[in-house]
T-cell receptor
Framework: GQSLEQPSEVTAVEGAIVQINCTYQ??????LSWYQQHDGGAPTFLSY????GLEETGRFSSFLSRSDSYGYLLLQELQMKDSASYFC????????FGKGTMLLVSP | DGGITQSPKYLFRKEGQNVTLSCEQN?????MYWYRQDPGQGLRLIYY???????QKGDIAEGYSVSREKKESFPLTVTSAQKNPTAFYLC?????????????FGAGSRLTVL
């Protein structure tokens, strides 16, 4: 089976850097993805780590360590619009989503 | 522009009625998925299909049914057997295999049982 753990809520201020951690226990694991979901909206894909290391996409970076069953999403230069829920699903032919982390960015 | 279209956006149902949620994609993706999301919760997989005329149950398939007669379409029927159907329903698609890590979602359908 698969399980994923993330903090339920993270708060930060505009312009700061925040890291959202994700630990997992899964069989048949083929990488870790990150999705953003604004309140009332649909999830949107942010990044995917199929191999160990860091992937950078603009203000967002994602990291994976398969030996530690651990990953994180790093958000830099936080903006108010980054307030959303963030999910780190994993899997192969289907993705298992945890409850996600709600990020609250304040002025 | 390519994408996924879900309809209706909002739907109200009386207890005991079946309802069908539409999902159409023009991304030429082989795989399609239905997820359910309850307030403050993550997404739970209802059904998925990796090829036309074939589909598999997800984690919470009871009370739901699907069909995949065309590559572009994957409708979900919420039957009267689903005891607590009020939720936000999300359809997604992807290329098959490890491509499942990159899902494109529709805007969702919000079902309320009166």
């Amino acid at each position: 089976g698969q399980s994923l753990e993330q903090p339920s809520e993270v708060t930060a201020v505009e312009g700061a850097i925040v890291q959202i951690n994700c630990t997992y226990q899964t069989s048949g694991f083929y990488g870790l993805s990150w999705y953003q979901q604004h309140d009332g909206g649909a999830p949107t894909f942010l990044s995917y780590n199929g191999l160990d290391g860091l992937e950078e996409t603009g203000r967002f970076s994602s990291f994976l360590s398969r030996s530690d069953s651990y990953g994180y999403l790093l958000l830099q230069e936080l903006q108010m619009k980054d307030s959303a829920s963030y999910f780190c699903p994993g899997g192969y032919s289907t993705l298992t989503f945890g409850k996600g982390t709600m990020l609250l960015v304040s002025p | 522009d390519g994408g996924i279209t879900q309809s209706p956006k909002y739907l109200f149902r009386k207890e005991g009625q079946n309802v069908t949620l539409s999902c159409e994609q023009n991304l030429n993706h082989d795989a399609m998925y239905w997820y359910r999301q309850d307030p403050g919760q993550g997404l739970r997989l209802i059904y998925y299909s990796q090829i036309v005329n074939d589909f598999q149950k997800g984690d919470i398939a009871e009370g739901y049914s699907v069909s995949r007669e065309k590559k572009e379409s994957f409708p979900l029927t919420v039957t009267s057997a689903q005891k607590n159907p009020t939720a936000f329903y999300l359809c997604a698609s992807s290329i098959a295999g490890t491509g499942a890590n990159v899902l494109t979602f529709g805007a969702g359908s919000r079902l309320t049982v009166l």
